[in-house]
Nanobody, 128 residues
């Protein structure tokens, strides 16, 4: 398993922006696809965005497409989630997740069950 630590959450007004970061304690980090998920109170955890080991392939939930951007830096072992034009419905605990992404392994990175390592989560609150 991979140790993951999220940071960057906080309180922001509607229309504002936040940047979440996730640091991974694993080598090589480039063997892992990374994902961001979120869970709002009383709701199930949902997919937000994912990025392949190389960064060439990204996926986004329809609800965040055009507003959020996922990126990674394999030299620094980090994956970021830039969140712009935040809405009140973006309020949730955001989790970083990792799954092995190497040749010969098929991974559906939009599914939470594909991931075996999770961070502790960081709270994002968007106030109106």
């Amino acid at each position: 398993q991979v140790q993951l630590v999220e940071s960057g959450g906080g309180l922001v007004q509607v229309g504002g922006r936040l940047r979440l970061s996730c640091a991974a304690a694993v080598r090589p980090f480039s063997n892992y696809a990374m994902g961001w998920f979120r869970q709002a109170p009383g709701k199930e955890r949902e997919f937000v965005a994912s990025i392949s080991w190389s960064g060439d392939t990204t996926y986004y939930a329809d609800s965040v497409k055009g507003r959020f951007t996922i990126s990674r830096d394999n030299a620094k072992n980090t994956v970021d989630l830039q969140m712009n034009s935040l809405k009140s419905e973006d309020t949730a605990v955001y989790y970083c997740a990792a799954t092995l992404d190497i040749p010969g392994i098929a991974v559906i990175t939009t599914l939470s069950r594909s991931y075996d390592s999770w961070g502790q989560g960081t709270q994002v609150t968007v106030s109106s």
